[in-house]
């Protein structure tokens, strides 16, 4: 068994930069370094007072520690973890272009009055769940060892544990819309020959895959060369050229250079230095 140190270390960097983010806002929130709704979402102190950080940091906001909040947290462990190590492999860019599209369309759906939240970090949690639905859909899920179902039914399985227990189905609804939207334009509307697909922008670099040798590395100019004579051709790499000697031509002391090599400089006759 590896210990509390290895497991940490083992985990994907996406997922546990999250699950770390939002211990630490209520590890703070309960030694009462802050006041909640500093950080909470508010379109009208973003724009007025331009506080851009709540654009943000109401996603690292999970509540107080609770019980609810060791289930999100377990959740990211669990099922975030289970993407990046998998259909996320060597893709680090798109899974966290997954939770920043995610988190794009949360803030917009947010924009109506009627979906406003002030913290929509379990929006987030419960986007990660369907989406790892959708790619996991054949896995088994066993709740507390009685309730055993697939994969693809943990969304509205959790929505239904949610609505028994009272807690607000809102967050719920609306992240598992991200997901859907995220999931349709990156894997369902491609199948479908649609033409729009959803990429990582390209400033997304992918930390943990393998870099491919470059065929042109080492090669400082590539171009072409010309010859002294008007023509062309495509520049290779220098070879070692072994000069002819000299040869006399005339039985008078007169000697003619020549050269076998192509892209002689200079070609012409030579005299002895004895010769008048």
Known sequence: ?????????SLPPV????????????????????NPWNIALDYGLVIKRFQVWRLVTNFFFLGPFSFPF???????ARYGVALERGPFDKRTADFLWMLMFGALSLLAMAAVPYLWS????????????????????NSRVNIAGVVSFK?????????????????????????????????????????????FTL???LWGIQVNSPVERNPQAGVAFRGRSFRLNG???TSTPVQPQTSTPVQPQTSSGTTTTTQQADGVA?????RRLNDP
């Open 1 to 9: 068994m590896s210990t509390p140190g290895e497991y940490y270390r």
């Open 15 to 34: 997922s546990k930069t999250y699950g770390v983010g939002c211990f630490m806002f209520a590890a703070a929130l309960y030694f009462q370094l802050y």
């Open 70 to 76: 060791a289930c999100d947290l377990i959740m990211i």
């Open 118 to 137: 002030p913290f929509m970090g379990t929006s987030v949690v419960f986007m990660i769940v369907y989406v790892w639905s959708r790619e996991f859909p």
């Open 151 to 195: 994969g693809f039914y943990l969304p509205y399985v959790l929505l239904t544990l949610d609505l028994m227990f009272g807690v607000p189905l809102k967050p719920d609804i609306m992240g598992m819309v991200a997901g859907h939207l995220y999931y349709f334009l990156t894997v369902l509307h491609p199948l479908s020959g649609g033409k």
């Open 199 to 201: 990429k990582t922008p």
């Open 231 to 233: 023509s062309t051709r």
């Open 266 to 270: 200079f070609r012409g006759t030579g």
